[in-house]
């Protein structure tokens, strides 16, 4: 399969802990994005790589909220002391270089905060 | 900034009958559209997109949108509906100012009644 792949599929955490979650983009895409879904809502833009670089990031990306590229591959995204409020599917999308260009979206990672 | 407006929360059909998935958008300049969908327990699945040129835009699995800029509308659309067309359709934005993010509704559910 060379779609993206996102691990954990699913991830259940005490309010207060950290949590990780991996992003593998398709291989030739240099641009690669998060963002997170909630139920019965579209998904929001949370930031966006280009190669290793972070290029651009959300108000809604808080202080708690980090994320990394490091070779320009592979993508984390992690959130420090989660609280219930961020209970949603994080989703992380990639795609070539060019604004006509459309993202590939892999399957999410459900955080459930208790 | 750009913006996106399913006004439907959901959308029933029969089988065989035409579907109709409505979005209408707000962005700065001339607009990038897509249309996605998502099945349950999956990722967003790209169907087809607007750029420039042509109004009337084909995309996978027999659907079609037409732009309409007068009316800044991008409505999906397709002949004759299948019941495993049923799922949620997500419309989308991107602006021409170089903003890297894609702006999402809220997302249609469709339902093809058998």
């Known amino acids: 399969d060379t779609g993206v792949s996102q691990n954990p599929r699913h991830k259940i955490t005490k309010r207060g802990q950290n949590v990780t979650f991996r992003c593998d983009p398709i291989?030739?895409?240099?641009?690669l994005y998060w963002y997170r879904q909630t139920l019965g809502q579209g998904p929001e833009f949370l930031t966006y790589?280009?190669?290793?670089?972070?290029?651009?990031k959300s108000r809604l990306l808080s202080d708690r909220f980090s994320a990394e590229r490091p070779k320009g591959s592979f993508s984390t995204l992690e959130i420090q002391r989660t609280e219930q409020g961020d209970s949603a599917m994080y989703l992380c999308?990639?795609?070539?270089?060019?604004?006509?260009?459309?993202?590939?979206f892999g399957p999410g990672t459900r955080l459930t905060v208790l | 900034a750009q913006s996106v407006a399913q006004p439907e929360d959901q959308v029933n059909v029969a089988e065989g009958n035409p579907l109709t998935v409505k979005c209408t958008y707000s962005?700065?300049?001339?607009?990038?559209l897509f249309w996605y969908v998502q099945y349950p327990n999956r990722g967003l699945q790209f169907l087809l997109k607007?750029?420039?040129?042509?109004?009337l835009v084909k995309g996978s699995y027999g659907f079609e949108a037409e732009f309409n800029k007068s009316q800044t509308s991008f409505h999906l659309k397709k002949p004759s509906a299948l019941v495993s067309d049923s799922a949620l359709y997500f419309c989308?934005?991107?602006?021409?100012?170089?903003?890297?993010?894609?702006?999402f509704g809220k997302g249609n559910q469709v339902v093809v009644i058998p």
């Open positions: 999308a990639s795609s070539l270089e060019g604004l006509n260009n459309e993202q590939f």
């Open positions: 291989s030739e895409h240099n641009r």
């Open positions: 790589f280009q190669n290793e670089a972070q290029l651009e």
């Open positions: 962005v700065s300049g001339n607009p990038y």
């Open positions: 607007y750029i420039t040129g042509d109004n």
């Open positions: 989308a934005v991107r602006d021409f100012l170089g903003n890297n993010r894609l702006a």
